[in-house]
């Protein structure tokens, strides 16, 4: 399983044990900030991966139009993927961007290569 795929299972695990909020002592917090983050359009945030989603919901899961960004220590993006999620396989259609500009296209949840 390549990074990418890892990353995203992670983020899931993380999404479906953090869909309330949790507050940490640091002022930081994890979870569904704004908006629905079970049924429907919301933020979901975890700052101990650097990871935010803010997109489509259905039964607490991305899916549908959505943005992940992975930020590393100081906020600064490391890469970001713009399109449609599957509650079940993850990435559908979209496209990864990464820090050095680099873009890749995802159809049917496979990288494209150009």
Aim: hydrophobic share 25%.
């Amino acid at each position: 399983m390549d990074i990418l795929k890892e990353q995203i299972l992670r983020a899931k695990e993380l999404m479906g044990i953090l869909t309330e909020q949790k507050k940490y002592g640091d002022g930081k917090t994890d979870g569904c900030v704004d908006g629905d983050c079970k049924n429907g359009y919301g933020t979901f945030i975890t700052t101990t991966t650097g990871l935010k989603y803010v997109g489509e919901w259905k039964n607490g899961k991305p899916h549908g139009q959505g943005t992940f960004t992975w930020s590393d220590e100081q906020g600064n993006m490391r890469k970001e993927y713009v399109g449609v999620m599957d509650s079940i396989h993850g990435i559908k259609n979209g496209t990864m961007t990464y820090k050095d500009g680099t873009v890749e296209k995802w159809e049917n949840g496979k990288l494209i290569k150009e």
